[in-house]
């Protein structure tokens, strides 16, 4: 039974239940990251809407399988590798594309790129690695096609601790 100074406060709780929303955030992939070594970590943050990786490597070399696992695989991704000065290689594989990439001499930005034509439309895509106040930053873009919901990656550091 419902007594009248109840309503108005019955309404407000009906009326909040109707409205509520799931918050801004349930757009966003979400990603499960597995690391040969236990000591490797990832982070995700999406900042002003981009998908940002942030790796930790204690020695500076090892290998890690990124998954999608709710959400849209993203077009662009940025992979921070924190705390690393240099970087020997990349190896990066996301479905057909497979690329390489290090950075370029004292630091600056290298590119390579790859542009594929599989069962009949073209996939390509571009990485960018180069070195930051915060460590080694990669950027993977798909300029054509969709990226796959799996990335692998391997690195080496020229320096480890």
């Not at 407000?12 to 349930?26: D, F, G, K, R």
């Not at 594309?97 to 790859?114: A, D, E, F, V």
């Not at 571009?126 to 915060?134: A, M």
Request: charged share 25%; net charge positive; glycine share 10%.
């Amino acid at each position: 039974m419902i007594f009248e100074s109840e309503a108005p406060m019955n309404l407000l709780l009906i009326a909040l239940l109707t409205c509520a929303v799931e918050p801004a955030e349930s757009g966003r992939p979400v990603f499960e990251g597995k690391f040969q070594k236990a000591r490797d970590k990832l982070e995700v943050s999406y900042p002003k809407g981009a998908v940002l990786w942030k790796i930790t490597s204690k020695n500076g070399v090892g290998t890690a399988v990124v998954t999608l696992k709710k959400g849209k695989a993203p077009a662009k991704v940025t992979i921070l590798f924190a705390g690393l000065r240099k970087m020997e290689s990349l190896h990066l594989i996301n479905g057909p594309i497979g690329l390489i990439g290090r950075p370029g001499k004292s630091g600056t930005k290298s590119i390579s790129t790859k542009d594929i034509l599989l069962k009949g439309k073209r996939v390509a895509a571009r990485l960018t690695v180069e070195r930051t106040k915060e460590g080694i930053e990669v950027v993977l873009t798909y300029e054509k096609g969709e990226p796959d919901n799996t990335w692998s990656l391997s690195w080496i550091a020229t320096y480890r601790p």
